[in-house]
T-cell receptor, first 113, second 112 residues
Framework: GAGVSQSPSNKVTEKGKDVELRCDPISGHTALYWYRQSLGQGLEFLIYFQGNSAPDKSGLPSDRFSAERTGGSVSTLTIQRTQQEDSAVYLC???????????FGPGTRLTVL | EDKVVQSPLSLVVHEGDTVTLNCSYEVTNFRSLLWYKQEKKAPTFLFMLTSSGIEKKSGRLSSILDKKELFSILNITATQTGDSAVYLCAVINAGNNRKLIWGLGTSLAVNP
């Protein structure tokens, strides 16, 4: 695709519900990153994929968070039993093999009531 | 521990002013430094710097890297209200899955 796309753009959910956030990277980009940005805060690294494998999951804040990537393309970030502190903008970025620049998607704004 | 520190945290200027944003870093196995502009949601790429002393320029924006003193600056001349944004600096650690280490950003407000 022309750029990184994410869906939904906004998600409002009730505490305790599960949510799935989707990221469609730039075609051909092998690396995919998930970040979280809370209001007024910097970018918080969550997880990194190289192809379908995730060599770095160090940023996932708890076992309620998981992510997968299939076919070396689309990735899904799942948050189970959402809490109010999960409210944030979730950003996805991708980069080419050997590339340094990360291209960001528009983000998903998650609000947990 | 790898870290990136940006200053100032926030800045308010008038249109036409020139601003200088700072980014200092402590990163093992440095590869590159990147500047991004974030207005609403997604950061957009501005510059990537790998070598010292070579200025990157795009219109009114320019940036330079000093690998000896471990910092970079981003200059914006003749600022416009459209320059209002958070400017993010990130550094790549070549040995750590090439993960970006992000600063907290500088929030720039340009008043008419």
């Amino acid at each position: 695709g022309a750029g990184v796309s994410q869906s939904p753009s906004n998600k409002v959910t009730e505490k305790g519900k599960d949510v799935e956030l989707r990221c469609d990277p730039i075609s051909g980009h092998t690396a995919l990153y998930w970040y979280r940005q809370s209001l007024g805060q910097g970018l918080e690294f969550l997880i990194y994929f190289q192809g379908n494998s995730a060599p770095d999951k160090s940023g996932l804040p708890s076992d309620r968070f998981s992510a997968e990537r299939t076919g070396g393309s689309v990735s899904t970030l799942t948050i189970q039993r959402t809490q109010q502190e999960d409210s944030a903008v979730y950003l996805c970025a991708s980069s080419s093999l050997g590339g340094n620049e990360q291209f960001f998607g528009p983000g998903t704004r998650l609000t947990v009531l | 521990e790898d870290k990136v520190v940006q200053s100032p945290l926030s800045l308010v200027v008038h249109e036409g002013d020139t601003v200088t944003l700072n980014c200092s870093y402590e990163v093992t196995n440095f590869r590159s430094l990147l500047w991004y502009k974030q207005e609403k949601k997604a950061p957009t790429f501005l510059f990537m710097l790998t070598s010292s002393g070579i200025e990157k320029k795009s219109g009114r924006l320019s940036s330079i890297l000093d690998k000896k003193e471990l910092f970079s600056i981003l200059n914006i001349t003749a600022t416009q209200t459209g320059d209002s944004a958070v400017y993010l600096c990130a550094v790549i650690n070549a040995g750590n899955n090439r993960k970006l280490i992000w600063g907290l950003g500088t929030s720039l407000a340009v008043n008419p």
